[in-house]
């Protein structure tokens, strides 16, 4: 399931929410989506999921067009952060159509992740509280198993223990069976170590489309006395600069070749990694 998008374009109204999106998602990779509130996250998803048609440009998923095409759509699944099963009766009846829609399902799994997000099948979807809501939300994109799956903030719900059980559970289950996944959140911190490939949006374009490993290269603290850091940094792209006494830790963007490393190196300089949240803050344009 390769997700190829060119020049994607969706408005509002007015309102221009994705603005010449052109990318390509890999199968059988994990994906990041990150951007900000309002940086289109959601309307690409809806559009990947043929919950909306684009405006203009060519969305294609396992080569073929997803708009109104069943044989394309019945294998994504698309959960969103209240999930699509909130105003349905039970768990077992929102289980019974999920099965029903999805040829991929995994019946067994779904009970052994009920139990182990301590749900009941009798309980009421619509009575269940944002967190339970999220748990289910969750267990219906991993039981779903379907080849393209993608959660929109769906695990934001959950506290912290459930959070980790969901990435736990995604890796694993990943990992057993691979296929592609997108997953959209605010917390990038907690789902970075997930993700093999992140693209970034901004205001309905995409600013950053790269292996995750590589974007994480880009960036680089370097901590040391003030008057050398101020020295080795002059001419590079600072994020940001703190200060302790007379020790200064400069955060950097851009790749250090070895030339450079051996001149921090001689310097009494330290090298260490950049999170990809302070990446992520300046690529989108910093605070706001």
């Given at each position: 399931?390769?997700?190829?998008?060119?020049?994607?374009?969706?408005?509002?109204?007015?309102?221009?929410?994705?603005?010449?999106?052109?990318?390509?998602?890999?199968?059988?990779?994990?994906?990041?989506?990150?951007?900000?509130?309002?940086?289109?996250?959601?309307?690409?998803?809806?559009?990947?999921?043929?919950?909306?048609?684009?405006?203009?440009?060519?969305?294609?998923?396992?080569?073929?067009?997803?708009?109104?095409?069943?044989?394309?759509?019945?294998?994504?699944?698309?959960?969103?952060?209240?999930?699509?099963?909130?105003?349905?009766?039970?768990?077992?009846?929102?289980?019974?159509?999920?099965?029903?829609?999805r040829p991929d399902w995994d019946a067994k799994f779904a009970s052994e992740l009920l139990?182990r997000f301590a749900l009941t099948r009798k309980m009421s979807v619509k009575a269940m509280?944002?967190?339970?809501?999220?748990?289910?939300?969750?267990?219906?994109?991993?039981?779903?198993?379907?080849?393209?799956?993608?959660?929109?903030?769906?695990?934001?719900g959950m506290d912290v223990p459930s959070r980790q059980a969901f990435y736990d559970v995604?890796?694993?289950?990943?990992?057993?069976?691979?296929?592609?996944?997108?997953?959209?959140?605010?917390?990038?911190?907690?789902?970075?170590?997930?993700?093999?490939?992140?693209?970034?949006?901004?205001?309905?374009?995409?600013?950053?489309?790269?292996?995750?490993?590589?974007?994480?290269?880009?960036?680089?603290?370097?901590?040391?006395?003030?008057?050398?850091?101020?020295?080795?940094?002059?001419?590079?792209?600072?994020?940001?600069?703190?200060?302790?006494?007379?020790?200064?830790?400069?955060?950097?963007?851009?790749?250090?070749?070895?030339?450079?490393?051996?001149?921090?190196?001689?310097?009494?300089?330290?090298?260490?990694?950049?999170?990809?949240?302070?990446?992520?803050?300046?690529?989108?344009?910093?605070?706001?």
């Amino acid at each position: 399931m390769r997700v190829e998008v060119r020049d994607l374009v969706l408005r509002y109204g007015e309102t221009t929410a994705l603005d010449g999106v052109t990318l390509s998602l890999e199968p059988n990779k994990i994906h990041g989506l990150l951007g900000r509130n309002g940086s289109g996250k959601t309307s690409l998803l809806s559009v990947l999921a043929a919950f909306r048609r684009q405006s203009a440009g060519e969305v294609r998923i396992g080569g073929e067009p997803v708009f109104e095409n069943t044989a394309v759509t019945s294998r994504i699944s698309l959960i969103r952060d209240e999930g699509e099963t909130v105003d349905l009766g039970t768990v077992d009846d929102a289980l019974f159509f999920a099965e029903w829609l999805r040829p991929d399902w995994d019946a067994k799994f779904a009970s052994e992740l009920l139990e182990r997000f301590a749900l009941t099948r009798k309980m009421s979807v619509k009575a269940m509280s944002k967190g339970q809501r999220s748990a289910f939300g969750v267990i219906i994109g991993l039981a779903g198993r379907a080849p393209l799956t993608m959660f929109d903030e769906s695990h934001l719900g959950m506290d912290v223990p459930s959070r980790q059980a969901f990435y736990d559970v995604l890796l694993a289950d990943y990992m057993a069976r691979p296929r592609t996944i997108i997953l959209s959140s605010h917390l990038i911190e907690e789902v970075s170590p997930l993700l093999e490939k992140v693209v970034i949006i901004d205001a309905g374009r995409v600013v950053v489309q790269e292996e995750t490993q590589a974007l994480l290269a880009r960036g680089t603290a370097i901590t040391g006395a003030a008057a050398s850091v101020d020295a080795f940094t002059e001419g590079l792209t600072v994020l940001d600069s703190r200060h302790l006494g007379g020790t200064k830790s400069v955060l950097v963007y851009g790749a250090l070749d070895e030339e450079r490393r051996r001149r921090a190196e001689a310097a009494g300089l330290e090298l260490g990694p950049v999170a990809m949240e302070d990446l992520f803050v300046h690529l989108t344009g910093g605070p706001r």
